[in-house]
């Protein structure tokens, strides 16, 4: 079984910060690309920002230099500090990843359950 967990999430003042983790455990023997997505009430879901292995990073426009993705491989975590944090970014962050859980085996994808960020004054 794999499982990612998000975590970090909360209410933040607009120009706030906050820093989303997403740690994987389980059968794991190497992660690909990791993701943040976020889904606002009533919208689809959208692509955040990623980052391969190699941390090679894509944003959004919208979080372009507000936002910055990481990975620590040895600990299979990914983050996301979030800075100028605006209402509009209120939404349920998820993290996804492609994981190879075993040598011989291909690549799934799976998401973890979800954190609760909130931009309000």
């Known amino acids: 079984q794999v499982q990612l967990v998000e975590s970090g999430g909360g209410l933040v003042q607009p120009g706030g910060s906050l820093r989303l983790s997403c740690a994987a455990s389980g059968s794991i023997f190497s992660i690909n690309d990791m993701g943040w997505y976020r889904q606002a009430p009533g919208k689809e879901r959208e692509l955040v920002a990623t980052?391969?292995?190699?941390?090679?990073?894509n944003y959004i426009k919208s979080v372009k230099g507000r936002f910055t993705v990481s990975r620590d491989n040895a600990k299979n975590t990914m983050f996301l500090q979030m800075n100028s944090l605006k209402p509009e970014d209120t939404a349920v962050y998820y993290c996804n990843a492609d994981i190879k859980r075993l040598p011989w085996t291909g690549v799934s994808t799976y998401w973890g359950q979800g954190t609760q960020v909130t931009v309000s004054s």
């Open positions: 980052i391969t292995r190699g941390a090679s990073t």
